[in-house]
């Protein structure tokens, strides 16, 4: 699910031995939410969020080796030239500090996806309003962030959920763009 609904994720150029450890340890880890969207005991979704979005980083430094030589072995250019742009913090280079405070302080939506044909249904909508629903009724937080670079998914948080464009994150050949959700 992860592969094909989010083809342009660095994790979907992992190989499977290093995303099953993203995984398990996300899944382990006090710092993320994992939730799954399930249809007649099928996983059609998931949503990941983390905490904080600088949690992201801490939590998975010990992978960054790992990341860089598979995608080295692989040739995976545009996602290890990605790869450095994230682990150097050069992604950041335009974004204001105050910004980058609220970006690093606040709840991540890390990973979100409803399987293709599931899609403009009314499902992703339902299910990522349950997940946060389920989240705010445990802790507080002032706001939700995610980023794609996907226009159908960018069309789905600005017109469905209600996010707003944040700022810009550099990425080879297409940048991120951040999006924000006020509680």
Request: aromatic share 16%; charged share 20%.
């Amino acid at each position: 699910l992860l592969m094909n609904e989010n083809p342009n994720s660095l994790l979907s150029n992992l190989n499977d031995k290093i995303l099953k450890i993203y995984l398990n340890h996300c899944a382990l880890s006090n710092s993320f939410y994992i939730f799954s969207c399930n249809l007649k005991k099928n996983v059609i979704g998931y949503a990941i969020f983390a905490k904080k979005y600088k949690l992201i980083r801490n939590e998975f430094s010990f992978l960054s080796k790992q990341i860089l030589f598979d995608q080295i072995f692989k040739i995976k250019i545009k996602a290890l030239l990605n790869f450095i742009l994230i682990f150097t913090y050069l992604e950041n280079i335009f974004i204001k500090k105050k910004k980058m405070l609220v970006i690093n302080e606040n709840l991540n939506l890390n990973l979100f996806a409803i399987q293709n044909k599931y899609q403009s249904m009314g499902i992703g909508k339902y299910f990522l309003k349950s997940c946060l629903k389920k989240i705010i009724s445990h802790t507080k937080f002032q706001y939700l962030l995610t980023e794609t670079f996907n226009n159908r998914a960018l069309s789905f948080y600005l017109n469905k959920m209600n996010f707003k464009k944040y700022c810009i994150k550099i990425r080879f050949f297409k940048n991120l763009k951040v999006l924000i959700y006020k509680f």
